[in-house]
């Protein structure tokens, strides 16, 4: 990984001048190093070209900060404005994943709040090709909404709530990291609640647990569960489900076996 090819791609992508990308790829990388859990960074600042080990040292502790406070801090360390900042953190991070490899920087992400997620480009099946989209909230709740046949988003954003609430419970906390990836914020901060291990539930208990939370009886559950699911399914590729559905009672497998199988 040559420099040189980092700076012209980054300037590319965030149609910034080649002069000012050397200011801003540093810039990037000494506020994500203030952020960062210092080993993380050490252990991807070692695959990094010489011009960029030689000057981005890791922080003594990370310093923790909102994603706006994130952004101001490389417009003030790169001379560019917030919004200039932003596209070029993203092509920065977009670049190092396709010439490192996408689970590094995850992990690197992975102690920041799930806000910062929203940087990196969605992860594809295809590592290097470029960047995915996530659907928005309203695309990801009209998804749920057609699915379950329900008459309002306030009642899909309540399927939406309830059933990734429980999946969160079910599921490792690094599984429901790497679905979050996928997710708009608005969605993914409901898989917040992951522990370190998967929780393992029946399916009745996980239907009720869901049908608790919407106020519900189970049938109605099941038909939201089934519904986020395969929502989920349409969303995240397959193998990040398949890694999902191991983890679920085989009842519960059982409500999107058939999207997963056309995926």
């Known amino acids: 990984m040559k420099y040189r090819d980092i700076l012209g791609d980054v300037a590319q992508r965030a149609d910034i001048p080649s002069a000012q990308a050397d200011g801003a790829v540093k810039a990037s990388l000494k506020a994500l190093s203030e952020l960062s859990d210092p080993k993380q960074f050490a252990d991807l600042m070692e695959q990094m070209p010489q011009e960029l080990k030689t000057t981005i040292k890791p922080a003594p502790a990370p310093q923790y900060r909102s994603l706006p406070e994130f952004l101001d801090?490389?417009?003030?360390?790169?001379?560019?404005?917030?919004?200039?900042?932003?596209?070029?953190?993203?092509?920065?991070?977009?670049?190092?994943?396709?010439?490192?490899?996408?689970?590094?920087?995850?992990?690197?992400?992975?102690?920041?709040?799930?806000?910062?997620?929203?940087?990196?480009?969605?992860?594809t099946e295809r590592p290097t090709a470029g960047r995915g989209e996530r659907p928005s909230p309203q695309q990801f709740t009209a998804m749920v909404r057609e699915k379950a046949k329900l008459g309002s988003d306030e009642q899909a954003a309540s399927a939406i709530r309830a059933t990734l609430s429980v999946l969160a419970e079910q599921i490792s906390g690094g599984q429901a990291q790497d679905l979050a990836t996928y997710l708009p914020e608005e969605i993914r901060k409901y898989l917040a609640g992951a522990g370190t291990e998967a929780v393992a539930l029946g399916k009745d208990e996980f239907?009720?647990?869901?049908?608790?939370?919407?106020?519900?009886?189970?049938?109605?559950?099941?038909?939201?569960?089934a519904a986020v699911l395969e929502a989920l399914?349409?969303?995240?590729?397959?193998?990040?489900?398949?890694?999902?559905?191991?983890?679920?009672?085989?009842?519960?497998?059982r409500l999107v076996g058939a999207a997963s199988r056309h995926r």
């Open 73 to 123: 801090r490389i417009a003030e360390l790169s001379g560019l404005d917030r919004h200039q900042a932003e596209d070029v953190v993203r092509a920065v991070l977009a670049v190092i994943i396709e010439k490192i490899n996408y689970d590094q920087i995850e992990d690197l992400f992975g102690r920041m709040p799930s806000q910062f997620l929203d940087l990196l480009p969605a992860r």
């Open 207 to 225: 239907l009720d647990r869901i049908a608790r939370i919407e106020q519900t009886d189970r049938e109605t559950a099941k038909q939201h569960a």
């Open 233 to 253: 399914a349409d969303t995240v590729p397959g193998p990040e489900i398949q890694d999902t559905l191991d983890q679920l009672p085989q009842g519960i497998k």
